[in-house]
């Protein structure tokens, strides 16, 4: 009920939606991962099965599924969505090979998660319920709280651990695309702690920071999305 707060969400998906390359592909096979109650992926893609370890007060067809071990065949998916999910798998590239088993050649894992902006890095680190460590000496999260995470996972992938993912992944190549939220973000105070700022002044410094990330992105920018594309 937040217009700040749903209409940056809905423009990651639009995002995701873009960079899949599947708008009007009704038959696409579309799996999102940790789709949970902020999730509006049928909005851009109607096909898709919602996933999550939790149930949905919404009325789309959510199913349980444990990332470890996907009850699908090889090769099903065109498309997986993954909004601020990897950085929570307890064993990320395991579950990332099994991501990759059930997508088909040439498909995508597409993901929305904390980017490593100076701001970032700074607010994840001391104002954030979530740790960001870069300085662990491997991915695995040995809790099985779903909510302990590591939200450095993305950038450890594609810097101190990239060798490990591609030896391990070789069918999966990371891209990065461009941060999607920033500061606007911050001062609303997210999903946690939603502060007194109203929703119509939060709009107007999203839509001028989007304008001039291109510059500022690498300094103020909060979330990123990446694909892993299927060879």
């Known amino acids: 009920n937040d217009a700040f707060l749903y209409r940056v969400y809905e423009d990651i998906y639009k995002e995701f939606e873009r960079i899949s390359g599947i708008s009007g592909i009704t038959k696409a ?18 096909s898709v099965i919602k996933s999550d370890v939790e ?7 959510i199913e349980n599924h444990d990332v470890d071990r996907l009850s699908y ?24 090979v099994e991501l990759s088993r059930v997508l088909k ?4 894992i597409i993901v929305s998660e904390p980017y490593w902006s100076l701001l970032g890095r700074f607010i994840f680190r001391f104002f954030h319920p979530e ?8 991915l695995e999260i040995d809790s099985l709280d779903p909510w302990i995470s590591n939200q450095a996972l993305l950038y450890l992938l594609n810097s101190k651990f990239k060798e490990e993912f591609k030896n391990r992944v070789p069918s999966l190549q990371i891209k990065i695309y461009g941060p999607t939220y920033g500061l606007a973000y911050a001062l609303s105070g997210g999903v946690f702690s ?16 989007k304008k001039i990330f291109k510059i500022t992105g690498r300094f103020l920018a909060l979330n990123i999305i990446a694909s892993f594309k299927k060879y």
Do not use: M, Q
Request: proline share 6%; charged share 25%.
């Open 29 to 46: 096979k579309v799996l999102e991962i940790g789709a949970g109650d902020f999730s509006c992926a049928e909005k851009y893609f109607p």
């Open 55 to 61: 149930s949905s007060s919404d009325d789309v067809l």
């Open 73 to 96: 065949p090889n090769n099903y998916f065109d498309i997986i969505l993954a909004k601020d999910v990897i950085h929570h798998f307890k064993n990320p590239i395991d579950n990332l």
């Open 105 to 108: 050649p040439g498909g995508l």
């Open 131 to 138: 740790r960001w460590d870069t300085k662990v000496l491997r």
């Open 194 to 209: 939603r502060t007194f700022i109203p929703a119509n002044l939060l709009l107007v410094i999203y839509k001028l920071e």
